[in-house]
């Protein structure tokens, strides 16, 4: 069974700081996604990374695929209470296979 | 509205009754999906569908039943509920398999006492 763990689980941090939440496997995915889930709704695509080593920036998030494409990072700048919610990480094979969860919450 | 639509987004049913949970979507996906959410397991894939008439099993596919007779409809069944299926169910859809993304719907919160 493929896993993928995420940390921290729980992240509770002020307005303006920064944070890196973390998703690790042992097993090599085809690409890796990531989501943005808030509360009574449901995940939302944030992006997709294809490459080992690839980096892509949504405005103030930092996506980064490993070069063994076992793992990812996430990386906000100046974090906003918009970004207050749940982030998972998605590792693609045959079927999407989605990572435990990182609950963050921003306070003003 | 274009998009995916589930229902109810809430519902209480008793040990043993027979319910459905419903998935529509307007995108013409050939994929759809249905999952649990439950702390402390995360997202858990019930059953897909690759296209009508063409289902299969997930991760955690016992109690439960799909169809899928047309393109836009994914119907979920728990056959006779038990207490341990009390969860959040998300339907999704995709365009395929792989690196394409999945569009969810917001969730059917169920409740069985």
């Known amino acids: 069974t493929q896993l993928l763990e995420q940390s921290p689980q729980f992240l509770s941090i002020q307005e303006g700081e920064n944070l890196t939440v973390y998703c690790n496997s042992s097993?090599?995915?085809?690409?890796l996604q990531w989501y943005r889930q808030e509360p009574g709704e449901g995940p939302v695509l944030l992006v997709t990374?294809?490459?080992?080593?690839e980096v892509k920036k949504l405005k103030r998030l930092t996506f980064q695929f490993g070069d063994a494409r076992k793992d990812s990072s996430l990386h906000i700048t100046a974090a906003q209470p918009g970004d207050t919610g749940l982030y998972l990480c998605a590792g693609v094979s045959d079927k999407l296979i989605f990572g435990t969860g990182t609950r963050l919450q921003v306070f003003p | 509205d274009a998009g995916i639509t589930q229902s109810p987004r809430y519902k209480i049913t008793e040990t043993g009754r027979q319910v459905t949970l419903m998935c529509h979507q307007t995108?013409?996906?050939?994929?759809m999906f249905w999952y649990r959410q439950d702390l402390g397991h995360g997202l858990r894939l019930i059953y897909y569908s690759a296209a009508a008439d063409i289902t299969d099993k997930g991760e955690v596919p016992d109690g439960y039943v799909v169809s899928r007779s047309k393109t836009e409809n994914f119907p979920l069944t728990l056959e006779s509920a038990t207490r341990s299926q009390t969860s959040v169910y998300f339907c999704?859809?995709?365009?395929?398999?792989?690196?394409?993304?999945?569009?969810f719907g917001s969730g059917t919160r169920l409740t069985v006492v």
């Open positions: 995108w013409s996906h050939s994929y």
């Open positions: 990374v294809v490459t080992g080593g």
């Open positions: 999704a859809s995709s365009e395929g398999q792989g690196w394409y993304g999945y569009t």
């Open positions: 097993s090599v995915f085809s690409s």
